[in-house]
């Protein structure tokens, strides 16, 4: 029995393996990621869906027909940040929880308070006009607001014009226009007389001033909402890019490869010398570069097969263990090759080795793949199952009679046989479970398309796809009717 030949094989399975497992590792945190962002998505939309619900009844809306942005503003404030961030798989940071209409602050961040002022043009924000009130008379009436942590926002394009007139002073000051000059003589009056800082008490908004006025609400929700979108399908295009094969695991499996192939041979070539009887200690400097050739031999195969392996399995649809095969009988054939060249064989024996080199890795590779499938640990399971194959092939070479030897081939070639017909069946059932699922995200998205005729034909739809009874699935206004009134 041919033990070396059994641990080398299964070094190079437990290689094939491994690279299998990393490559499914990827795969599995891929399906992980795009699960969570589904939630996430859900979880922004649904954010959303409470401002629309605030703007879709006017009637509660505080203020006047000119005024009831103020309240417009806040409530952007609040829900578009949450849905950004909600989207991105973070937390809430803005809520009204606590907060009375009449109180101090607008809305809490992180706990702490803010209050949103919305007046048409930057010196009204800050400093009031005429009956509405500003950051200046709001922080006259409570002068221990931004003590206690409290804040402003306002519109984020007064927001912006209020830095780029400071930075024009600061970088450019000839650039200065007169409308310029006096921004900045009352953002300075501002800031002398109330104490507070611009660029510390005061923050943006997430939306201009213009955005949230009655007659424009309803198109910056619809923006944000594809914006929302947008920014899901960006994360999903991020994740599928991190989940391809890259140059850098690549090198790492070819690395690893090399040094498990070249650590195998190196403990192969001491055995062998043990095996003559020799002690470490009476090596002597041929021994050694007889193990050096072997070691530098089986690391540059090593540093092949990681390379091969990870290659095929990532960029065609090949097992690792059948890939480690093809690595394996191309090497043993290229060797048998270069014999017959060098006149060492005969055509014969090149032949028959090839075809005992080829049964001899196709015996390790169904041994491994039932291993991994009988013992479903990533890398024992095809170790394990490459051994014991390994063992049973090599004793039925060694002490069973021809016909014996051919049986067991045979059988080998049946469980071949069986994979085969199992992959391309699998293959089939993907396939059908993808046109079924296709089919269902259809009548998901007619039932709940913006259209209520559509919507409601989808509905019905989609209930008859997923089973419902027929009795039960309301078709028309009298089934609905009826339901409701019985």
Known sequence: MDVAQIAKSSQEQAVAAWIDYINQLRINELLTKLASQDINLENALAELQKFKDF????????????????????????????????????????????????????????????QSKFLNGVKATLNGNGNANGIRQHIEKYPWFVKNGGSYDIPKDQYDDIMRVLQLR?????????????????????????????????????????????????????????????????????????????????????????????????????????????????????????????TAKGTAQGGIRGAVIYTMTNFTATPAAV??????????????????????????????????????????TIASILGQVLIPVPILGAVIGNMAGMYMYQIAKDHLSAKEEALMVNYQKSLANLNKMLDERYQQVIAQLKRELAKYKSLLELAFDRNINVAFAGSIALAEYVGVQAKVVLRNKDDIDHYFTN
């Not at 929700?221 to 850098?248: F, V």
């Not at 480690?324 to 024996?349: H, K, P, W, Y």
Request: aromatic share 6%.
């Open 55 to 114: 703007i879709g009844d006017p009637a509660h809306i505080l203020g006047s027909t000119t005024t009831k942005h103020g309240e417009i503003a806040e409530n952007a404030q609040v829900y578009i940040s949450n849905a950004r961030r909600l989207v991105e798989g973070l937390s809430r940071e803005y809520s009204f929880e606590g907060v009375a209409r009449t109180a101090p602050e607008d809305y809490l961040k992180n706990g702490q308070q803010v």
């Open 170 to 294: 600061e970088n450019s000051p000839t650039l200065l226009t007169k409308g310029d000059r006096r921004l900045l003589e009352a953002i300075d009056s501002f800031e002398k007389e109330t104490g507070l800082s611009i660029t510390k008490d005061v923050h943006p908004a997430v939306v201009k001033y213009g955005e949230v006025q009655q007659g424009t609400v309803n198109d910056t929700i619809s923006q944000e909402e594809e914006s929302l979108k947008e920014r899901d399908q960006q994360k999903r295009n991020a994740a599928y890019k991190a989940s391809k094969p890259s140059l850098k695991q690549g090198t790492q499996a070819t690395a690893i490869s090399a040094v498990a192939e070249g650590g195998i041979m190196f403990c192969l070539g001491i055995a062998k010398k043990r095996k003559q009887g020799k002690h470490l200690a009476e090596f002597t400097a041929d021994d050694w570069k007889d193990v050096g050739i072997d």
């Open 323 to 364: 890939a480690n095969a093809l690595v394996t009988a191309s090497f043993g054939i290229a060797a048998q090759a270069f014999q017959l060249r060098q006149g060492t064989i005969t055509m014969e024996d090149f032949i028959v080795n090839s075809e005992v080199l080829c049964l001899d890795v196709s015996v390790s």
